[in-house]
C-alpha cells in the first residue's frame, strides 16, 4: 500500500510557515537532493486549500529555468482536500470532499507511488491524528525563526513518534524521518471534510 507521507521545512522554535524567509542560508545541494529523493519515491500531490491557493498563483507557468522542482510540481497529480473550494483551475488538480478517512484510504490503495504533502500543516495535523500520515519526513534548520505558525499547537493530543532515519547535512541543516506509533485501529464515525477546517 502506499504511504502518505508530509515533507517539511522547519526552524528549531517549530516554525513552518514562509520558510522562504529563514532557509536560504542553509539550503544547499544536499537539501535539494533530499527534497528530490522525496519527488522521486512520490507521485500524487495531497494539499490543503491555502497551500493550493497559493502554490496555484505561483507555479504555473514556472519551468526548470526559473526554479528546479517546477516541472515536478506542475505536472504531477494534485489532489486538494477542502470542504470550501468548489472549483479547481490548476491543471491536474482534482478536489478530494466527502469523508476524509474512506477518500484517504482508498487514493492509498490504489497503485502507484507514495503520496507526498508538502506545506499544509492543517492537514498534516488533522491525518497526524486520524491516523493517516505514515511519515513526518522534515528538515530541521538551524535558526529560530521568531514567529509564524508552526508546525505543531499548544492543545494538541500527545503522538508518540519512531524515529526511522536521520542524516547531518555539512550546512547544519539535519534531515529526520518519523513514524507516528500507531494504536490499534476500532470502529469509527465517518469524518466529513468540514471537521477538519480545511
Keep these: 500500500m502506499r504511504k502518505i507521507f508530509a515533507g517539511l521545512f522547519i526552524s528549531l522554535d517549530g516554525v513552518t510557515e514562509s520558510p522562504e524567509n529563514w532557509t536560504p542560508k542553509w539550503f544547499d545541494a ?17 494539499l490543503g486549500r491555502r497551500t493550493y491557493q497559493a502554490w496555484a498563483s505561483y507555479w ?6 526559473d526554479d528546479p522542482f517546477a ?3 506542475n505536472t504531477v ?21 466527502g469523508d476524509l478517512v474512506a477518500e484517504l484510504s482508498r487514493l492509498k490503495a490504489q ?3 507514495n503520496i507526498a504533502i ?26 529560530v525563526a521568531g514567529s509564524g ?6 492543545g494538541m493530543d500527545q503522538i508518540a513518534m519512531k524515529l526511522i532515519s536521520s542524516k547531518a547535512f555539512s550546512s547544519g541543516v539535519l534531515s529526520v524521518v518519523y513514524e507516528p506509533e500507531r ?16
Excluded at 149 to 154: G, H, N, V
Design 71 to 73: 516541472e515536478y510540481i
Design 149 to 154: 505558525a508552526r508546525l505543531f499547537e499548544d
Design 30 to 46: 544536499e537539501s535539494g537532493a533530499d527534497i528530490n529523493a522525496n519527488m522521486a519515491e512520490s507521485d500524487t500531490m495531497l
Design 111 to 113: 497503485p502507484g507511488k
Design 77 to 97: 497529480p494534485k489532489v486538494v482536500v477542502s470542504n470550501t473550494l468548489t472549483s479547481l483551475d490548476w491543471k491536474f488538480s482534482t478536489l478530494m470532499r
Design 60 to 65: 504555473p507557468g514556472k519551468t526548470s529555468a
Design 183 to 198: 494504536a490499534a485501529v476500532t470502529e469509527r464515525e465517518p469524518v466529513e471534510m468540514g471537521a477538519t477546517r480545511l
Design 118 to 143: 508538502s506545506g499544509s500543516v492543517t492537514l498534516v495535523r488533522s491525518l497526524l491524528k486520524l491516523g493517516l500520515l505514515d511519515e513526518l519526513r522534515l528538515q530541521v534548520y538551524p535558526v
